[in-house]
Structures are given as C-alpha cells and as structure tokens.
C-alpha cells in the first residue's frame, strides 16, 4: 500500500555483504543464528525503500530476483543468493510514482514483476476520492531478472476522468503446475472506489502479454477507506490440479474463494479465520496490518494462512492449516515462540512453503529483545512438523528502531531445497563517530553520534537448512 509522501529514485544499487560471525545478544532473550546465515544490504544509502518481495525460479533454482519500491526497483541473483546485483530500467518512465511491488517465476522460467503506477493519490486514506490516472502493470524478464523488457503490458489502467477507481496492493501468483492450466499467471488486488473496496482478479494466458477485464470476487465489497472494514490484502496459491486459492482481509475475517477452471470463475466467498482487527497502530508505527498470505505444500495438498493480530493483547504471528483443501481449518498457532501476553510485538509476517520439502518458513519483525518494546530485529520462524510447532531463529542481531519514516506494510520471503530467502526494510542504525577534543590534546577522544540520512534501507537474508539439517 502506497503511503509514502515522498518519492525519489535511487538509480546507483551497491551492494555490500555482512556475514552473521558475531554472538547474539538480544538484551537478556537469545535467539540461535539461522544456519548459514548471510546478510545483503540492495540500497547503497537511505531512500524510501520499503514493500519488498522476492521470488526463486523453480526452473532455475540459482535464479532469485528481490524487487522494492519507490520507485520499481528489482535485484537478481544467478548463484542461489550468494551474490546480488542490481537491475536496470524495472520501473515505468511514463508515470511519476510506481511501487507495491511482487514478483514470481512462470513454469518457463520467466520473471514477472508487478506494480501500481500513478501521478497522484487521492485523498488520505480515501484514494477514490481525487483520483488521477492510475494502473496495474507487469513487466517481464527472459533472463533471471538480470534484464527487464522495454514495455510493460497493462493488467488494468485508469486514464484521468472523475469518479474513476484507484487500483491498489496487486500480488501476482503464476501457475507452475502440470495441470491443464500451467501457464496461467493470476493478479488479484484492491479496487478502490468513492463508495466500497472490492477485490477483482484479472489472469493471463500468454505468459503475461494480455490481461482478462478484472472480475470481482468478493462475496461483497467492503468499505472504501482504507482502514479497518475494507476488502484487502490479496494473496493466492495454485495447488497441484491448478486450482487457484484466493484470500484476503475484510470485517475481521479471512475470507477464501477458489477458482477451479483457470480464474474464469470462482466460489462464493467465505470467511475461514475470524481474526482480531488486521489493522493497527504500535508504538513508533502510526500504521501496520496483519494481511494474510496463503501457500500450499504439493505434494500433500495441505494449505497454510498466517497473519497477525492482537488477540494476546500485544501482536503474534499465527498460522492455521488446512487439510481438507480449505473446507476445515486447525485451530491456530504462535509462530513467535516467546512467552503469551509478554507486552513484544512481532508484525509485518510473511509466508513461504519449501515446494521440495514441505517446511514452512515465516519471516517477521520481533521485538522480543527490547523491554520497551520499540527496537526490533529480523527473525525467521520455521516448521517441519506441518505447523504444529516453529523453532524461532534470528535473521539480524542488531535492533533497530522503525520510526519517523514511511515503513511500509510488508516483507517477503521464498524458499527452495532448504535455502530460504527474506526481504525486508530496515531502518539504519545512526553510525558513532569518534572525535578529538582540540581543548584537551590529541589523545582526548570522544564518541558522537553521526548524522544518519533519512530514510530506510532494504536487506536480504539467506540461510541454508540443506546444510543444518543433512550434516555431511
């Protein structure tokens, strides 16, 4: 979701590596490393960076891509994350903003990015109201990431008219089965208009060049502010048959409908999970959510939400499974495995399914470690009993705060063959700087804090399970 009241572009991307070599200290909680864990700063200085997602090509399994905003900013990997560089060109030159960006891999191989461009929004939290020119675009790469086509190809575009809607928070979702459907890319989102919020889906048959006219799949819209009482937060899975799985947020519950015949049609809307509100406010954050995301184990069909809420009174990550294709769904549980009603928020979750092993693995910001409940780290939270139970690691062991900036409304995360792979913002830690005293000779030093740039930074995190869990 588009937030940010500033926009700049950052077109130089270095990168620069940090190997996780020092002992933990998390102010009294220690958290074990994730195994083989390596960290990847894609933004050379603070900017407003934020909403990441990244992507593994099945295909290809060396071939990673992280993308960001703002504006549309894409990373690529060619050696299974061990290296990251930065791609040119990703973000479209005929709007003045870009971003809610993610991004998959089709069954050939193919990256796909997906974003929303506008000039302007609308008005705050109301974005029907004012709207200007606006869309949902995909743009595609033949090669990894590394290089991304000149045009993008339009999945919905406003043209500048009153009362149009504005197209928000798109995720695209590609159908890598062998089922009668592989191909077949999926887009689902929010439509905002001056008087509801609907979630509308449009798909692709052509690996991405045309676009069906969006249809509404929401059993009804919800309201159009963007705030508690919408329809949002749009995520979906294709299962081995090709059935697509399609969920969101809205009055409280997560609601789930499913499309057998390629996304021409789809179930009557249901809520699965009743959840505490998914919209809130935490200290240093005027604004997060709790939106789900959906993933699916192939080879048992089991399904997995997670989400996050403030049920315990503080915020958890939970997860609920399903082993009936979405009919009937578990009781949920803590992916945070610190103590019940400690006063820690854990927020901003996302969710991947190891394709290869079934294991699940959860990445979300933890503030576990500091008493006052403002400083958090990164920590990664992985299953292998089918979501019975997660042992918790730390994926950053330097807190930061996340305050005064624009922070985003989500991380990403993607796993294969046991490495596992986070995308997150982070905001930097204002550097010491050591100066002499010219009073007191040239011995007499003192630490001040340097200046930090305004701004946030993106991360990506690696760590090997095939390496932890098959010893040589």
């Given at each position: 979701?588009?937030?940010?009241?500033?926009?700049?572009?950052y077109?130089?991307?270095?990168?620069?590596?940090?190997?996780?070599?020092?002992?933990?200290?998390?102010?009294?909680?220690?958290?074990?490393?994730?195994?083989?864990?390596?960290?990847?700063?894609?933004?050379?200085?603070?900017?407003?960076?934020?909403?990441?997602?990244?992507?593994?090509?099945?295909?290809?399994?060396?071939?990673?891509?992280?993308?960001?905003?703002?504006?549309?900013?894409?990373?690529?990997?060619?050696?299974?994350?061990?290296?990251?560089?930065?791609?040119e060109?990703v973000?479209?030159?005929?709007?003045?903003?870009?971003?809610?960006?993610?991004?998959?891999?089709?069954?050939?191989?193919?990256?796909?990015?997906?974003?929303?461009?506008?000039?302007?929004?609308?008005?705050?939290?109301?974005?029907?109201?004012?709207?200007?020119?606006?869309?949902?675009?995909?743009?595609?790469?033949?090669?990894?990431?590394?290089?991304?086509?000149?045009?993008?190809?339009?999945?919905?575009?406003?043209?500048?008219?009153?009362?149009?809607?504005?197209?928000?928070?798109?995720?695209?979702?590609?159908?890598?089965t062998?089922?009668?459907?592989?191909?077949?890319l999926?887009?689902?989102?929010t439509?905002?208009?001056?008087?509801?919020?609907?979630?509308?889906?449009?798909?692709?048959?052509?690996?991405?060049?045309?676009?069906?006219?969006?249809?509404?799949?929401?059993?009804?819209?919800?309201?159009?502010?963007?705030?508690?009482?919408?329809?949002e937060?749009?995520?979906?899975?294709?299962?081995?048959?090709?059935?697509?799985?399609?969920?969101?947020?809205?009055?409280?519950?997560?609601?789930?409908?499913?499309?057998?015949?390629?996304?021409?049609?789809?179930?009557?809307?249901?809520?699965?999970?009743?959840?505490?509100?998914?919209?809130?406010?935490i200290?240093?954050?005027?604004?997060?959510?709790?939106?789900?995301?959906?993933?699916?184990?192939?080879?048992?069909?089991?399904?997995?939400?997670?989400?996050?809420?403030?049920?315990?009174?503080?915020?958890?990550?939970?997860?609920?499974?399903?082993?009936?294709?979405?009919?009937h769904?578990?009781?949920?549980?803590?992916?945070?495995?610190?103590?019940?009603?400690?006063?820690?928020?854990?927020?901003?979750?996302?969710?991947?399914?190891?394709?290869?092993?079934?294991?699940?693995?959860?990445?979300?910001?933890?503030?576990?470690?500091?008493?006052?409940?403002?400083?958090?780290?990164?920590?990664?939270?992985?299953?292998?009993?089918?979501?019975?139970?997660?042992?918790?690691?730390?994926?950053?062991?330097?807190?930061?705060?996340?305050?005064?900036?624009f922070?985003?409304?989500?991380?990403?995360?993607?796993?294969?063959?046991?490495?596992?792979?986070?995308?997150?913002?982070?905001?930097?830690?204002?550097?010491?700087?050591?100066?002499?005293?010219?009073?007191?000779?040239?011995?007499?030093?003192?630490?001040?804090?340097?200046?930090q740039?305004?701004?946030?930074?993106?991360?990506?995190?690696?760590?090997?399970?095939?390496?932890?869990?098959?010893?040589?």
């Open positions: 979701m588009f937030f940010s009241q500033h926009f700049r572009r077109t130089a991307t270095t990168i620069f590596t940090v190997f996780c070599s020092a002992p933990l200290l998390l102010l009294g909680q220690d958290l074990p490393k994730a195994p083989q864990a390596q960290l990847f700063t894609l933004t050379p200085a603070p900017g407003f960076f934020t909403e990441p997602a990244i992507a593994v090509n099945p295909a290809n399994p060396q071939q990673v891509v992280g993308v960001f905003q703002d504006n549309v900013h894409a990373d690529y990997s060619q050696d299974a994350g061990h290296t990251w560089h930065p791609a060109n973000d479209p030159k005929n709007y003045k903003v870009s971003g809610d960006v993610s991004v998959a891999f089709d069954n050939l191989g193919h990256a796909f990015v997906c974003y929303i461009a506008f000039d302007k929004l609308g008005t705050f939290n109301y974005w029907a109201h004012g709207a200007t020119r606006n869309g949902i675009f995909v743009r595609r790469s033949l090669d990894g990431g590394k290089t991304w086509e000149a045009e993008h190809n339009p999945v919905a575009e406003q043209t500048s008219s009153p009362g149009i809607p504005f197209e928000d928070k798109p995720w695209i979702v590609a159908d890598n062998k089922s009668r459907y592989a191909g077949n999926y887009v689902g989102w439509r905002w208009t001056l008087t509801d919020s609907q979630i509308v889906l449009s798909r692709s048959t052509d690996d991405g060049k045309t676009w069906s006219p969006p249809v509404e799949i929401d059993a009804h819209p919800g309201l159009p502010r963007d705030d508690n009482g919408t329809a937060g749009f995520a979906g899975v294709v299962g081995p048959d090709g059935k697509l799985y399609a969920i969101w947020s809205q009055d409280d519950e997560i609601m789930l409908t499913t499309s057998r015949d390629g996304g021409k049609t789809f179930s009557h809307a249901r809520p699965i999970i009743h959840t505490a509100p998914i919209m809130f406010a200290q240093t954050l005027e604004r997060a959510n709790g939106f789900p995301q959906i993933a699916i184990d192939p080879k048992t069909k089991r399904l997995y939400v997670t989400w996050s809420d403030y049920r315990n009174g503080d915020l958890d990550v939970f997860l609920a499974t399903s082993g009936d294709g979405g009919k769904w578990e009781a949920p549980v803590r992916a945070n495995n610190d103590p019940v009603h400690n006063g820690a928020e854990q927020f901003f979750q996302w969710l991947a399914v190891d394709p290869t092993d079934g294991s699940i693995d959860v990445v979300f910001y933890d503030r576990r470690g500091d008493p006052a409940n403002r400083k958090q780290i990164v920590v990664l939270a992985r299953s292998t009993d089918g979501g019975h139970s997660f042992s918790n690691y730390a994926w950053t062991d330097e807190p930061f705060e996340a305050g005064g900036v922070f985003g409304d989500y991380s990403g995360i993607a796993a294969y063959a046991g490495r596992v792979y986070g995308i997150w913002t982070e905001k930097p830690v204002p550097a010491l700087e050591v100066k002499t005293k010219p009073d007191e000779g040239k011995d007499a030093k003192e630490k001040e804090t340097k200046p740039p305004r701004g946030t930074i993106v991360k990506i995190g690696t760590a090997d399970f095939s390496v932890a869990e098959h010893p040589k």
